[in-house]
T-cell receptor
Framework: AQRVTQPEKLLSVFKGAPVELKCNYS??????LFWYVQYSRQRLQLLLR??SRESIKGFTADLNKGETSFHLKKPFAQEEDSAMYYC?????????FGDGTTLTVKP | GAVVSQHPSWVICKSGTSVKIECRSL??????MFWYRQFPKQSLMLMAT?????????EQGVEKDKFLINHASLTLSTLTVTSAHPEDSSFYIC??????????????FGPGTRLTVL
């Protein structure tokens, strides 16, 4: 089954500091992963997907097959980045989403 | 982007009654819909995967007789909480995925339904 793991439930950084939200995957085949974000009182929405290699709101995520990771990074965190972030594989398996990481960016 | 709606957005009911929540994909056909439960400031918990025209697949620990899921069309899935009790109070979220597995398709989420059982 496709599984992703987000080891950090909570992450807190100061505004302007770099931030990295960790995601590790463990399944066979070509991994194709997504990052979703849920801002306060809003629905979940796609942040970025591995296959498009895009940068959204300053966030990037690189697939590292050697480390089986898909960490989400931003060089300078902003207060508006405070939200819950989920790493997810494209196909529902036993665990569709990682457990999520709540990011708090302090002023 | 694709839009998923949920109805109602919130509902209050008495213990012992049943509540139906609708999830609709408005501008695409969703062969697969997912139902989640979310407690305050906690992660999503996948309850079941709903495939159009077939029985839903429930996650371990989720009572299928309690949480009835019907996915009768490519644009509508319903979750019925039967004989609701206060412990069923939660935020229920659905998502839908466009058909086809490649290229990998994102999930589109509904706004959620807040259920409060008195």
């Amino acid at each position: 089954a496709q599984r992703v793991t987000q080891p950090e439930k909570l992450l807190s950084v100061f505004k302007g500091a770099p931030v990295e939200l960790k995601c590790n995957y463990s399944y066979s085949g070509s991994p194709e992963l997504f990052w979703y974000v849920q801002y306060s009182r809003q629905r979940l929405q796609l942040l970025l997907r591995h296959i498009s290699r895009e940068s959204i709101k300053g966030f990037t995520a690189d697939l590292n097959k050697g480390e089986t990771s898909f960490h989400l990074k931003k060089p300078f965190a902003q207060e508006e980045d405070s939200a819950m972030y989920y790493c997810a594989p494209p196909n529902a398996g036993k665990s569709t989403f990682g457990d999520g990481t709540t990011l708090t960016v302090k002023p | 982007g694709a839009v998923v709606s949920q109805h109602p957005s919130w509902v209050i009911c008495k213990s012992g009654t049943s509540v139906k929540i609708e999830c609709r994909s408005l501008d695409f056909q969703a062969t697969t819909m997912f139902w989640y439960r979310q407690f305050p400031k906690q992660s999503l918990m996948l309850m079941a995967t709903s495939n159009e025209g077939s029985k839903a697949t429930y996650e371990q620990g989720v009572e299928k007789d309690k949480f009835l899921i019907n996915h009768a069309s490519l644009t509508l899935s319903t979750l019925t909480v039967t004989s609701a009790h206060p412990e069923d109070s939660s935020f229920y979220i659905c998502s839908a995925r466009d058909w086809g597995d490649y290229p990998p398709n994102e999930q589109f989420f509904g706004p959620g339904t807040r259920l409060t059982v008195l």
